[in-house]
């Protein structure tokens, strides 16, 4: 399900060079919807109608910039029309002309994902729509668009309806009588014949006019923000006549306020008596964007004059408060009232407004003087000579530096990532702390500043970087409760004509991403699968751009924003790319769909009942010097235990880390392997082949190896199999990991912490253990080429690579005094061994692939232990590496199940499945 011009748009940007970005192609979906829809020639359809040259000309007027781009378009175009239409059979036998997600939602908002080019419109109910049918239905959506996208809330406004309908009572055109007497010609005529001597003049009856009142409404870029103020005074004034203008009212004005349908101002004027007339003109005068313009002063200046002689009053409402009038046109037009004594300029507010229509209905006003505190003027220059004025940060700084502080608060909470609106801004500032508000033509401010973009009619986007900056400011509380407003602010928008809204469903997850992280990746993932299934590159292109706006968000989830690159080529119809990242031949297109399919589904989220876990974790080369420090971010619960309940001490409750899915190689390469046995004298090296991946599924590991304190809380509980001694350790402390456990105790302590806490606690599997100690790392340890005594606790009087000998404490070491893996687990290399659940096998031959315990044909009687100990030198506190026998073959003791020694210890794992 592919677009041509959608194809043509790839074409011209990535092989032709032309400098395009993806909002330049929905520019041209959204005018053929806007400006061609009334065509009758004009088949907005799956497959348009590209003969037609408004099309071309269109897309010619939006993507072309040179002559040498033009030849290169037209060629470009010429060879499309030259293609066949692509048709999917296997689609088409299986879906109606329409697709049933297509609605009304399709043009209710530019901004929405284009599923299918198709503008067919699909009313409620099954009912479908024949393609020669659908302009009608067309005009009707558009003009539903209008009303839905600007969803006006009067209580946004300094006057709200009830005003608005309080003023119109007294505004109300009302009988009046003439003011002049007409002579009444025929009537003296006749009298003077009578009589036979003309002897008086005979006059008209006196006539009853009415007031007539004329408003003109600025549709500029700058009075987007004060937009749906002017829809909400046509609404309540409904019998006035409302005519448009963009920035100046030149010869011809708009009949509607997003329509192309022109009027001669001169003959509108001669439709009106200037002795009964009151004209209103709607607009900011360059107040909005802090300009100061001589030609539109001298061109405002003839056109007041003219209106003036036309009307007996002439009304300016800037909806600019009087002190954002100075230095800007604003200010001087103002001024004209000194020499035009029926002209004068009004601001928004509730006094004023009162002014307003006094003024309109041709009574004294007070004098008004026009008082400013040029200090707030002032602007002094602090730039930095080096200073890039057009970085991020400048861009703040200034905006920071230019408004008040509430403005700068709205601004952090409108950096959320979704789009912008003025009925969006106007929300966030309603709630808002009354005492700590933002002015409400803070929405200009913000929406006009160099912070944003506009990407369409009452629609923009914040700039990426400023966003970052922003979201910076705001605690991870703040976010949160902003997530749970926008969320609200969602619904209260999806109504009966949006409910099917692409648009509206990815604002929600924009909003779930921050709020409900897993929800939003459960549903992702789910409507991208379909699209890769059903070849739908148009919605692929959406999904993708809503992936990397929300990255952040979803930082945690790096499975899926990695598939993103390869999901953005797919829908390029980039198989090269798409191969190169999944390492398949790019000639099997049907494979690499298969595969994206598979890895899409693959992707599990975790529990959103977790906190944020930080720290820094290291990368040292050969000789152990630190070379890199990476930050840590993972997540976790804490799972109190009986002794203390919810106190958060460290002997009270056990961490539980998540460990996200993934894959790995598992074991050691044969070169590898021979090389340790050659460099160690050691053959159980051997026992690391063969090397094989393993998928592993989400799961929870215990933070540290099991502490004497959280085995004093679970031991001293009702035994289920075996009794546990409560201090069998060797070495006294309650952050000392607790040892001389052997394997059935470490299972019973498992059990018990299960009946306890109604979830199943077990021993990690081999995989599961080596999996979470690499954590994404292919080096021996995950500290890097080696370790040091300053990164874990061994015997480091003997060394692993060229790093220096360090000190042999020759005892345990409180849990977590050394960094962490990237996991956040401590405590991974070295300190005691950690048995796993699996029974014993010399290699791994057969070995589970899913990161399950091995138990099939092992040896029953012993279970592998991994990590080394404080005891073990370096070589065996690999991440690879497996013990057995501890370099020796006397196994009756070492390493049976129920052997225990002062450097066996465990970890607990909990499966991601888990309940809170």
Same mark, same amino acid.
């Given at each position: 399900?592919?677009s041509?011009?959608?194809?043509?748009?790839?074409?011209?940007?990535?092989?032709?060079?032309?400098?395009?970005?993806?909002?330049?192609?929905?520019?041209?979906?959204?005018?053929?919807?806007?400006?061609?829809?009334?065509?009758?020639?004009?088949?907005?359809q799956?497959?348009?109608?590209?003969?037609?040259?408004?099309?071309?000309?269109?897309?010619?007027?939006?993507?072309?910039?040179?002559?040498?781009?033009?030849?290169?378009?037209?060629?470009?175009?010429?060879?499309?029309?030259?293609?066949?239409?692509?048709?999917?059979?296997?689609?088409?036998?299986?879906?109606?002309?329409?697709?049933?997600?297509?609605?009304?939602?399709?043009?209710?908002?530019?901004?929405?994902?284009?599923?299918?080019?198709s503008?067919?419109?699909?009313?409620?109910?099954?009912?479908?729509?024949?393609?020669?049918?659908?302009?009608?239905?067309?005009?009707?959506a558009?003009?539903?668009?209008?009303?839905?996208?600007?969803?006006?809330?009067?209580?946004?406004?300094?006057?709200?309806?009830?005003?608005?309908?309080?003023?119109?009572?007294?505004?109300?055109?009302?009988?009046?009588?003439?003011?002049?007497?007409?002579?009444?010609?025929?009537?003296?005529?006749?009298?003077?014949?009578?009589?036979?001597?003309?002897?008086?003049?005979?006059?008209?009856?006196?006539?009853?006019?009415?007031?007539?009142?004329?408003?003109?409404?600025?549709?500029s870029?700058?009075?987007?923000?004060?937009?749906?103020?002017?829809?909400?005074?046509?609404?309540?004034?409904?019998?006035?006549?409302?005519?448009?203008?963009?920035?100046?009212?030149?010869?011809?004005?708009?009949?509607?306020?997003? =329509?192309?349908?022109?009027?001669?101002?001169?003959?509108?004027?001669?439709?009106?008596?200037?002795?009964?007339?009151?004209?209103?003109?709607?607009?900011?005068? =360059?107040?909005?964007?802090?300009?100061?313009? +001589?030609?539109?002063?001298?061109?405002?200046?003839?056109?007041?004059?003219?209106?003036?002689?036309?009307?007996?009053?002439?009304?300016? %409402?800037?909806?600019?408060?009087?002190?954002?009038?100075?230095?800007?046109?604003?200010?001087?037009?103002?001024?004209?009232a000194?020499?035009?004594?029926n002209?004068?300029?009004?601001? %928004?507010?509730?006094?004023?407004?009162?002014n307003?229509?006094?003024?309109?209905?041709?009574?004294?006003?007070?004098?008004?003087?026009?008082?400013?505190?040029?200090?707030?003027?002032?602007?002094?220059?602090?730039?930095?000579?080096?200073?890039?004025? /057009?970085?991020?940060?400048?861009? %703040?700084?200034?905006?920071?530096?230019?408004?008040?502080?509430?403005?700068?608060?709205?601004?952090?909470?409108?950096?959320?990532?979704?789009?912008l609106?003025?009925?969006?801004?106007?929300?966030?500032?309603?709630?808002?702390?009354?005492?700590?508000?933002?002015?409400?033509?803070?929405?200009?401010?913000?929406?006009?500043?160099?912070?944003?973009?506009?990407?369409?009619?009452?629609?923009?986007?914040?700039?990426?970087?400023?966003?970052?900056?922003?979201?910076?400011?705001?605690?991870? +509380?703040?976010?949160?409760?902003?997530?749970?407003?926008?969320?609200?602010?969602?619904?209260?928008?999806?109504?009966?004509?949006?409910?099917?809204?692409?648009?509206?469903?990815?604002?929600?997850?924009?909003?779930?991403?921050?709020?409900?992280?897993?929800?939003?990746?459960?549903?992702?993932?789910?409507?991208?699968?379909?699209?890769?299934?059903?070849?739908?590159?148009?919605?692929?292109?959406?999904?993708?751009?809503?992936?990397?706006?929300?990255?952040?968000?979803?930082?945690?989830?790096?499975?899926?924003?990695?598939?993103?690159?390869?999901?953005?080529?797919?829908?390029?119809?980039?198989?090269?790319?798409?191969?190169?990242?999944?390492?398949?031949s790019? +000639?099997?297109? =049907?494979?690499?769909?298969?595969?994206?399919?598979?890895?899409?589904?693959?992707?599990?989220?975790?529990n959103e009942?977790?906190?944020?876990?930080?720290?820094?974790?290291?990368?040292?080369?050969?000789?152990?010097?630190?070379?890199?420090?990476?930050?840590?971010?993972?997540?976790?619960?804490d799972?109190?235990?009986?002794?203390?309940?919810?106190?958060?001490?460290?002997?009270?409750y056990?961490?539980?880390?998540?460990?996200?899915?993934?894959? /790995?190689?598992?074991?050691?390469?044969?070169?590898?392997?021979?090389?340790?046995?050659?460099?160690f004298y050691?053959?159980?090296?051997?026992?690391?082949r063969?090397?094989?991946?393993?998928?592993?599924?989400?799961?929870?590991?215990?933070?540290?190896p099991?502490?004497?304190?959280?085995?004093r809380?679970?031991?001293?509980?009702?035994?289920?199999?075996?009794?546990?001694?409560?201090?069998?350790?060797?070495?006294?402390g309650?952050?000392?990991?607790?040892?001389?456990?052997?394997?059935?105790?470490?299972?019973e302590?498992?059990k018990?912490l299960?009946?306890?806490?109604?979830?199943?606690?077990?021993?990690?599997?081999?995989?599961?253990?080596?999996?979470?100690?690499?954590?994404?790392?292919?080096?021996?340890?995950?500290?890097?080429?080696?370790?040091?005594?300053?990164?874990?606790?061994?015997?480091?009087?003997?060394?692993?690579?060229?790093?220096?000998?360090?000190?042999?404490?020759?005892?345990?070491?409180?849990?977590?005094?050394?960094?962490?893996n990237?996991?956040?687990?401590?405590?991974?290399?070295?300190?005691?061994? +950690?048995?796993?659940?699996?029974?014993?096998?010399?290699?791994?031959?057969?070995?589970?692939?899913?990161?399950?315990?091995?138990?099939?044909?092992?040896?029953?009687?012993y279970?592998?232990?991994?990590?080394?100990?404080?005891?073990?030198?370096?070589?065996?506190?690999?991440?690879?590496?497996?013990?057995?026998?501890?370099?020796?073959?006397?196994?009756?003791?070492?390493?049976?199940?129920?052997?225990?020694?002062?450097?066996?210890?465990?970890?607990?794992?909990?499966?991601? =499945?888990?309940?809170?």
């Amino acid at each position: 399900m592919t677009s041509p011009l959608l194809d043509l748009f790839y074409h011209l940007r990535d092989e032709e060079g032309f400098l395009l970005s993806i909002e330049q192609y929905y520019r041209v979906e959204n005018y053929l919807i806007q400006k061609l829809a009334n065509d009758s020639d004009i088949a907005i359809q799956e497959n348009p109608n590209l003969d037609n040259p408004k099309i071309k000309l269109l897309c010619q007027a939006l993507w072309v910039k040179s002559p040498k781009e033009k030849e290169k378009f037209d060629q470009a175009w010429t060879e499309m029309l030259q293609l066949p239409p692509e048709i999917n059979i296997e689609i088409a036998k299986k879906t109606p002309i329409r697709h049933p997600e297509e609605s009304i939602s399709k043009i209710i908002n530019p901004m929405d994902d284009r599923e299918s080019p198709s503008l067919e419109i699909t009313p409620s109910g099954d009912t479908q729509i024949a393609p020669e049918n659908s302009f009608p239905q067309i005009a009707t959506a558009i003009e539903k668009r209008k009303k839905i996208t600007s969803l006006d809330n009067p209580d946004y406004y300094p006057i709200g309806i009830a005003k608005l309908q309080e003023s119109w009572q007294q505004l109300r055109p009302l009988p009046l009588e003439s003011p002049r007497q007409t002579w009444d010609l025929k009537a003296t005529v006749m009298a003077t014949a009578k009589r036979g001597f003309f002897d008086q003049i005979i006059y008209q009856k006196k006539q009853l006019y009415r007031r007539e009142i004329i408003i003109f409404i600025d549709c500029s870029d700058s009075m987007i923000p004060f937009a749906g103020f002017g829809r909400i005074m046509k609404q309540t004034w409904a019998n006035v006549p409302h005519f448009y203008f963009d920035n100046l009212i030149r010869d011809e004005v708009l009949r509607q306020e997003n =329509g192309w349908e022109s009027q001669s101002l001169t003959k509108v004027l001669s439709n009106y008596s200037p002795e009964v007339t009151s004209c209103l003109i709607l607009s900011d005068a =360059g107040a909005a964007r802090k300009r100061y313009v +001589e030609e539109r002063l001298s061109a405002t200046e003839t056109l007041i004059r003219r209106f003036s002689r036309r009307f007996s009053r002439v009304a300016w %409402l800037n909806p600019l408060p009087y002190h954002r009038w100075y230095g800007t046109t604003a200010i001087d037009i103002a001024d004209l009232a000194e020499d035009i004594p029926n002209f004068s300029m009004f601001e %928004l507010t509730t006094e004023d407004w009162e002014n307003l229509i006094t003024w309109l209905k041709e009574e004294a006003i007070p004098p008004r003087h026009f008082q400013f505190d040029l200090a707030q003027f002032q602007q002094g220059d602090n730039w930095d000579e080096d200073e890039d004025f /057009f970085s991020a940060e400048s861009r %703040l700084r200034l905006f920071e530096k230019e408004n008040e502080p509430n403005t700068r608060e709205l601004a952090k909470r409108a950096a959320f990532p979704l789009s912008l609106s003025p009925n969006l801004l106007y929300y966030l500032r309603q709630h808002q702390d009354k005492n700590n508000q933002a002015p409400w033509y803070a929405i200009a401010d913000i929406l006009l500043s160099s912070l944003v973009r506009k990407i369409d009619r009452e629609l923009y986007e914040m700039s990426p970087d400023v966003r970052k900056l922003l979201l910076e400011k705001l605690t991870p +509380e703040e976010l949160k409760s902003l997530a749970h407003q926008l969320q609200t602010y969602i619904q209260e928008q999806i109504g009966d004509y949006c409910s099917q809204s692409v648009y509206w469903q990815n604002q929600q997850w924009l909003a779930l991403a921050y709020l409900k992280p897993s929800q939003a990746v459960n549903e992702i993932k789910q409507v991208l699968a379909e699209a890769i299934k059903n070849n739908n590159r148009v919605r692929l292109v959406r999904l993708t751009a809503l992936l990397e706006n929300i990255s952040a968000a979803l930082a945690d989830y790096e499975p899926l924003l990695l598939l993103n690159e390869p999901i953005a080529a797919y829908s390029r119809g980039d198989l090269n790319d798409v191969g190169n990242v999944l390492q398949l031949s790019p +000639e099997d297109e =049907g494979t690499l769909q298969k595969r994206l399919i598979d890895e899409v589904a693959a992707i599990v989220p975790y529990n959103e009942n977790l906190f944020l876990f930080t720290a820094e974790t290291v990368l040292v080369n050969k000789t152990g010097k630190v070379i890199e420090r990476k930050p840590v971010k993972a997540y976790f619960y804490d799972e109190n235990l009986p002794e203390v309940r919810n106190w958060k001490k460290a002997q009270n409750y056990i961490r539980m880390m998540y460990i996200p899915q993934g894959e /790995f190689w598992m074991g050691t390469e044969d070169e590898e392997i021979e090389r340790l046995v050659k460099r160690f004298y050691w053959d159980g090296y051997r026992r690391e082949r063969p090397q094989h991946l393993v998928k592993v599924p989400a799961f929870y590991m215990s933070q540290t190896p099991i502490t004497q304190a959280q085995w004093r809380a679970i031991a001293a509980t009702a035994k289920i199999d075996i009794y546990l001694e409560t201090n069998p350790y060797r070495f006294k402390g309650d952050e000392l990991p607790v040892e001389r456990v052997n394997w059935y105790e470490a299972t019973e302590f498992c059990k018990r912490l299960s009946r306890k806490t109604k979830r199943e606690y077990r021993l990690p599997s081999e995989a599961e253990w080596e999996y979470a100690c690499r954590a994404g790392t292919k080096t021996p340890f995950h500290f890097g080429e080696t370790i040091t005594a300053d990164l874990a606790n061994y015997r480091a009087t003997e060394t692993y690579a060229d790093e220096p000998t360090g000190e042999y404490r020759q005892q345990t070491t409180p849990v977590g005094q050394f960094p962490p893996n990237a996991f956040g687990l401590y405590d991974m290399h070295g300190n005691v061994w +950690e048995w796993c659940a699996d029974t014993w096998h010399e290699n791994y031959e057969g070995a589970p692939t899913d990161g399950s315990v091995g138990i099939e044909n092992g040896e029953d009687n012993y279970s592998p232990l991994r990590g080394g100990s404080w005891y073990t030198p370096p070589n065996v506190c690999r991440s690879h590496y497996r013990d057995l026998s501890n370099r020796c073959d006397t196994r009756q003791y070492h390493d049976r199940r129920d052997y225990s020694h002062g450097n066996l210890g465990f970890r607990v794992v909990c499966g991601a =499945g888990r309940t809170l």
